[in-house]
């Protein structure tokens, strides 16, 4: 079993583009959570997609969008970057009717000059 | 609102000392509360999970327990080694399944 595995691993953008991230859940897993960790903070949790379905949001601009495709992976873009949304980006996978372990990825350092 | 909050910020020991590191939500209405290991710059790896109804869970040198009366959870690391310097952060579901993090314990273990 691979985990849950993302890419890319490092990314560099000018502000004002824009940017997709992608993330392979774990083997049975079917829900899929993006976090946005900024350097010495904990995870923000950005949004969840279950069912192709946007589940639940957190504090984030419409400029975050995702997808979640038929094999449960799924797509963070970020349109019209700004140098703020610099951080480590992380995907988590877990199994909706299970005891709610979550399992991460290794991450997608975003980097916007 | 939910808020977790772990003491102390970092933390360096000896290689070989056990210690422990505090976790505290506000909202004791959790069903689980999962610990994590961040190494710089990666992403995060599940070390314990402990299920509302249990008090404690255990995993080699690694024993977390969980009061949810008192909002607390603690993780125990037995005879620390260099390999454990990382952060740990814990976190709680809410609102559905969205985890809220602690802003970590940055751990450093001397040789």
């Known amino acids: 079993d691979a985990g849950v595995t993302q890419s890319p691993t490092h990314l560099i953008k000018t502000r004002g583009q824009q940017v997709t991230l992608r993330c392979s859940p774990k083997?049975?897993?079917?829900?899929v959570s993006w976090y946005q960790q900024a350097l010495g903070q904990g995870p923000q949790f950005i949004f969840q997609?279950?069912?192709?379905?946007?589940?639940q949001r957190g504090n984030f601009p419409d400029r975050f969008s995702g997808h979640q495709f038929p094999n449960y992976s799924s797509e963070l873009n970020v349109n019209a970057l700004l140098l703020g949304d610099s951080a480590l980006y992380l995907c988590?996978?877990?199994?909706?009717?299970?005891?709610?372990?979550?399992?991460f990825g290794q991450g997608t350092r975003l980097t916007v000059v | 609102k939910q808020e977790v909050t772990q003491i102390p910020a970092a933390l360096s020991v000896p290689e070989g000392e056990n210690l422990v590191l505090n976790c505290s939500f506000t909202?004791?209405?959790?069903?689980?509360l999962q610990w994590f290991r961040q190494d710089p710059g990666k992403g995060l790896t599940s070390l314990l999970l402990?299920?509302?109804?249990?008090r404690e869970q255990t995993s080699g040198r690694l024993n977390a327990s969980l009061d949810k009366s008192s909002g607390r959870s603690t993780l125990y690391i037995a005879a620390s080694q260099p390999g454990d310097s990382a952060t740990y952060l814990c976190?709680?579901?809410?609102?559905?399944?969205?985890?809220?993090f602690g802003q970590g314990t940055e751990l450093s273990v001397k040789p």
């Open positions: 988590a996978s877990s199994y909706l009717g299970g005891g709610g372990e979550a399992f």
């Open positions: 083997s049975g897993h079917d829900t």
């Open positions: 997609y279950y069912e192709e379905e946007e589940r």
């Open positions: 909202d004791s209405a959790i069903y689980n």
């Open positions: 402990i299920q509302s109804s249990q």
């Open positions: 976190a709680v579901p809410h609102q559905g399944g969205k985890l809220i």
